[in-house]
């Protein structure tokens, strides 16, 4: 079983910035595909980022790629998502996620464990 628990989320100015924080428990870390997901209100939970368990591979929605960097430290059980020039239409409540399931079906495959995730609102 692994815990994740969320942090960084916040208020933030369009066009600002701002870094997301996962860790998950346990000493696993490193077997697991990490995943960034978010809902924005009224709307379906979306895929955002992840990355692979050595941190070599990285995978971005439309959406955000260019704008957002997801990378982990597996010395120190963490991964974060790095945004900038964010906008209003990036206001969401954002998921850590954990996969056991290979890389090639992060984008297909449900992760096994979330966090309660954390809310970024981008308005001015």
């Known amino acids: 079983q692994v815990q994740l628990v969320e942090s960084g989320g916040g208020l933030v100015q369009p066009g600002g910035s701002l870094r997301l924080s996962c860790a998950p428990s346990g000493r696993t870390f490193s077997s697991y595909v990490m995943v960034w997901f978010r809902q924005a209100p009224g709307k379906e939970r979306e895929f955002v980022a992840a990355?692979?368990?050595?941190?070599?591979?990285?995978t971005y929605a439309d959406s955000v790629k260019g704008r957002v960097t997801i990378s982990r430290d597996n010395a120190k059980n963490l991964v974060h998502l790095q945004m900038s020039s964010l906008k209003p239409e990036d206001t969401a409540v954002y998921y850590c996620?954990?996969?056991?399931?290979?890389?090639?079906?992060?984008?297909?495959?449900?992760?096994?464990?979330w966090g309660q995730g954390t809310q970024v609102t981008v308005s001015s």
């Open positions: 990355i692979s368990r050595s941190g070599s591979s990285t």
């Open positions: 996620a954990a996969s056991t399931r290979p890389w090639l079906e992060v984008l297909t495959s449900r992760p096994d464990y």
